[in-house]
């Protein structure tokens, strides 16, 4: 049975407004990112004023003051004052996963959810009732085919193998060490996209040889566009057969 809720829940609904207003959260990250604002307060040496940082980025001087402000409210950024002037710089937090240059910024994590996950999520009723995905509805694109939605366009294409990388960062040690595969010598990763994963597998176990396969699109798009370590990975492109 369901916890009922506390009175004072019951008098004033503090977690169902938290939940309501959720999205501003994310949105306000989202947006941050968008901007740059994380990678400008990174590359600072010096904590920054709303009107030099809406100045670097070419908005206004009040929009920014107020993303900033909010920011520093969910402890995302932190605001010291000098002379009655409001100077922002990143936590922690912020510089290791929302700036672009971290190595483990989830920064096309937040760009392929702003984007493109969070469009979808407007039109979720739609789904639910119709029971399928609201591509079409959301960017004019057949439902029935998920991937030749998510590879339209190049541009699209990178969006989503960088938030497939940004998991791996962040996951990627912990799934390839789960149980001991070091018995097998030779490793294929279907679908491996940009090699985070694959890369993982042979940093951990670096006397397996690790294969990526992709579709031929794909594996030009990871040794072009992303950054491939010295592990040992290598690419094979092909087209599979059903």
């Known amino acids: 049975m369901a916890e009922h809720l506390s009175q004072s829940e019951l008098d004033y609904p503090f977690k169902l407004l938290e939940y309501f207003n959720g999205f501003r959260v994310s949105k306000m990250i989202f947006s941050a990112c ?29 929009g920014m003051e107020r993303l900033l402000d909010a920011l520093v409210g969910i402890e995302i950024l932190e605001v010291e ?50 029971g399928r995905n609201q591509y079409e509805k959301t960017f004019g694109l057949p439902s029935a085919h998920f991937f030749q939605a998510i590879y339209r366009s190049e541009e699209e294409m990178l969006k989503f193998m960088g938030i497939v990388s940004c998991h791996w960062v962040l ?6 060490t789960a149980f001991d595969l070091s018995r097998f010598q030779k490793v294929v990763d279907l679908g491996g ?14 006397a397996s040889s690790v294969t990526v396969f992709d579709l031929p699109e794909v594996v030009e798009a990871a040794q072009k566009h992303f950054k491939q370590e010295d592990s040992g990975v290598t690419f094979q492109s092909g087209k599979p057969e059903y």
Request: proline fraction near 2%; aromatic fraction near 8%.
């Open 171 to 176: 996951d990627g040690h912990d799934v390839v």
């Open 81 to 130: 004052r000098a002379d009655g002037t409001a100077l922002y710089s990143s936590t922690d937090v912020a510089n290791l996963y929302l700036a672009k240059g971290s190595a483990k910024s989830l920064h096309d994590m937040i760009i392929y959810r702003s984007q493109t996950v969070y469009p979808l999520w407007n039109n979720l009723a739609d789904a639910i009732r119709e």
């Open 34 to 62: 968008e901007l740059g604002v994380f990678d400008l307060l990174l590359k600072s040496q010096d904590a920054l004023s709303a009107q030099h940082v809406a100045q670097e980025l070419g908005t206004s001087v009040d």
């Open 193 to 206: 996209c940009t090699g985070a994963l694959a890369n993982e597998m042979a940093r951990a176990y670096p």
